[in-house]
């Protein structure tokens, strides 16, 4: 069984596309994550989740909307995809919220590679 | 705001050679540090966790270190072998916030 699960795999668009990648725990964990990867690999946080409420919002385009109809899903819409989404966007999980959880492991998601044309 | 910086951000070595990757932050007020493995195209595996008050955490051939007050930790892996080809990441927990550097690439020659 696939802990932190991601779909779709591949995605490829066109510019000005609204587009989403789903993401389901199966872990019972409380905090849920979004990173973006770019082309250098370097992983920046997007967005955190813990029981559904929001509680890291980085700088990123009011374009990207994350939604959690659950604890154990957390989902990324992006509206009027551009050039410069071209990433991997991964999602990842763990048990506690950020704050003054020393223990906590991240689990991540196998990636979605999103290529806008 | 916390920087993480990863050196080497290549290295390649033979088989059964014992080697040391590298990660610096430059906020000690950190909650842990992990150590991530990515495959190519796949996601993070996470390898080892240093909580704040630890100095060491050991699996198998691998061992991490870490030194809040410089701002370092090491990835020591020994005995190197192909399948530990892959890049490296390290993360810092700073309590709200996950950083992660840049990643070294390794390669073990058969």
């Known amino acids: 069984d696939t802990a932190v699960s991601q779909t779709p795999k591949y995605l490829v668009t066109q510019m000005g596309n609204d587009k989403s990648i789903k993401c389901e725990q199966n872990?019972?964990?409380?905090?849920m994550y979004w990173y973006k990867q770019d082309s250098k690999k370097f992983l920046k946080i997007m967005f955190s989740y813990n029981n559904k409420e929001l509680i890291i919002n980085e700088t990123v385009p009011n374009r990207f909307s994350p939604k959690s109809p659950d604890k154990a899903h957390l989902n990324l819409h992006i509206n009027s995809l551009e050039l410069g989404d071209s990433a991997v966007y991964f999602c990842?999980?763990?048990?506690?919220?950020?704050?003054?959880?020393?223990?906590?492991?991240?689990?991540f998601g196998p990636g979605t590679r999103l290529t806008v044309l | 705001k916390q920087e993480v910086t990863q050196i080497p951000a290549a290295l390649s070595v033979p088989e059964g050679e014992n080697l040391v990757l590298n990660c610096s932050f430059t906020?000690?007020?950190?909650?842990?540090l992990q150590w991530f493995r990515q495959d190519p195209g796949k996601g993070l595996t996470s390898l080892l966790l240093?909580?704040?008050?630890?100095r060491e955490q050991t699996s198998g051939r691998l061992n991490a270190s870490l030194d809040k007050s410089s701002g370092r930790s090491t990835l020591y892996i020994a005995a190197s072998q192909p399948g530990d080809s892959a890049t490296y990441l390290c993360a810092v927990h700073t309590g709200n916030q996950f950083y992660f550097g840049t990643g070294t690439s390794l390669t073990v020659i058969p």
């Open positions: 872990l019972g964990h409380d905090t």
């Open positions: 240093i909580q704040s008050s630890q």
């Open positions: 906020d000690s007020a950190i909650y842990n």
């Open positions: 990842a999980s763990s048990q506690e919220a950020l704050q003054g959880a020393s223990t906590d492991t991240q689990y």
